[in-house]
């Protein structure tokens, strides 16, 4: 199987482009006319919905947040008021992670699981998998949309879902029902590799063949060294609640945006204007309904929090003509020392140089402080180390800071002349603070 959905997934730009425009004026139809937010939104804004006809439009209407939904949701308001669809038409009913204060809710009515669950299917089928695929999926079931939907899309394809929801798990799993694929996050699955190592199971033996990660952006060595440690490719995704799912072909040149189901639009930072592909920008994203469909929540020209580059819109050597982004990261763990910007993916690929995962589990927390002198600032890096006596703790820093450094020449300056330190501590197992902190780890904290 090539393709999911063949006929949108390698159509035309000009037909794509045209079928988008028929969607945004659809969608925005639907928003005025069901969504109690956006019917207030439009009036407030003195904006005639029928005026919203392209994607040009789109940057004329003003852009909501995370803090938006939270604002129009109980305790602020009675009702929820992105919530488009009578009780009887929500099937289900999810919140974010709140990783960032309060869940956001949705409630997805079943036509928005069927289109959840195929932009999870043609992700799957572009990275190979097919009919006897075996699949454990590590993500997390209960509220989540994601691992919930991705068992839907294992329906059409014939893959068989394994939902065990986390990635601890007893090796019986993987020899008795050999699985070929795991679905789950860099580290996880790099835990995993080692509880298997402990009990004599080696994870390049094993019938893993493919591996997906997603949930959070990752540096490209981290990526290289799972590959390594599992034999095996390893794809990633980048899916939300609020509906991207973008996936890695087996070109490996960047996420395929599934276009007729997700707008994506890139901003510049006063998310004022579209920045032209290449050029790095805010992810601002809008729900695309086909023509009839029914939504329980849909976004127009939210605001992901997330940067990205649009990689290319050209067709793919896979064949699928729906546009690349590059792995997104998150605006919130980007911090600026020196006027550099550098994000916690710029620490993670510091840690992952090959020759210190001799020495190290992978596993990292930092932390920013300020210094005892104005000006200063410090940034302390905790590694984990497979064993702390037997840790080349000079070869570990002399790696991580001439990566750290590698495309940051102002950064480096800073750090000669005394007034950017970096200190580096060398954890024993399970010594890290973010073993002690529950939900999803926070790998780079400003403590200023
Ligand atoms: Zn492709």
Redesign the pocket.
């Known amino acids: 199987m090539g393709f999911f959905n063949e006929k949108i997934e390698t159509m035309k730009r000009g037909d794509l482009d045209a079928l988008i425009e028929e969607r945004i004026r659809y969608t925005v139809k639907y928003a005025a006319e069901n969504s109690p937010f956006y019917k207030k939104w439009f009036k407030e804004h003195r904006i005639n919905p029928h005026d919203v006809r392209t994607h040009e439009d789109l940057r004329e209407l003003p852009i909501i947040s995370g803090k938006t939904i939270r604002d129009q949701q109980p305790p602020e308001t009675a009702d929820f008021q992105f919530r488009c669809v009578d009780w009887r038409e929500v099937f289900t009913l999810h919140e974010t992670s709140g990783t960032s204060g309060t869940p956001k809710a949705f409630f997805l009515t079943w036509q928005d699981w069927e289109r959840y669950a195929e932009k999870y299917a043609r992700s799957f089928v ?1 990275q190979g998998f097919g009919p006897g695929d075996r699949v454990i999926v590590c993500a997390s079931y209960g509220m989540n949309i994601g691992a919930n939907t991705m068992t839907l899309a294992a329906r059409d394809i014939g893959l068989t879902i394994i939902p065990l929801g986390k990635c601890t798990f007893p090796s019986r799993v993987i020899t008795n029902y050999k699985p070929t694929g795991i679905v789950g996050s860099v580290f996880k699955l790099l835990g995993l590799a080692r509880q298997l190592k402990n009990e004599n199971i080696l994870p390049q033996e094993s019938s893993i063949k493919r591996l997906v990660v997603g949930g959070e952006s990752f540096a490209e060595e981290s990526r290289a060294y799972l590959a390594e440690v599992w034999g095996c490719q390893v794809y990633n995704t980048y899916g939300s609640t609020e509906g991207t799912m973008c996936g890695e ?3 490996f ?1 960047g996420l ?1 945006v599934p276009e007729d189901l997700v707008h994506l639009d890139i901003y510049d930072p006063a998310l004022k204007n579209f920045v032209s592909d290449r050029e790095c920008g805010r992810v601002v994203l809008s729900t695309l309904l086909p023509v009839g469909g029914k939504s329980g929540t849909l976004l127009l020209n939210y605001d992901t929090e997330d940067t990205s580059i649009v990689a290319t819109r050209e067709r ?3 064949g ?1 003509t729906h546009m ?1 982004i590059t792995n997104p990261q998150r605006e919130s763990e980007t911090f600026w020392i020196a006027q550099t910007p550098f994000n916690r993916v710029d620490v993670e690929r510091g840690v992952f140089q090959r020759d210190n995962m001799e020495y190290l589990t992978g596993e990292y927390e930092a932390f920013l402080y300020g210094g005892d002198d104005e000006g200063e600032t410090i940034l302390r890096v905790s590694v984990e180390c497979l064993g702390r006596d037997k840790c080349d703790r000079k070869a570990v820093e002399e790696n991580f800071l001439r990566a750290f450094f590698k495309y940051k020449p102002l950064l480096d300056q800073v750090h000669a002349d005394g007034t950017f330190r970096i200190i580096f501590n060398f954890a024993a197992l399970r010594d890290l603070e973010l073993y002690r902190i529950k939900g999803r780890p926070k790998r780079l904290v400003d403590r200023r």
């Open positions: 572009s072909c087996t070109d040149s395929h793919c050597a896979c699928r690349k």
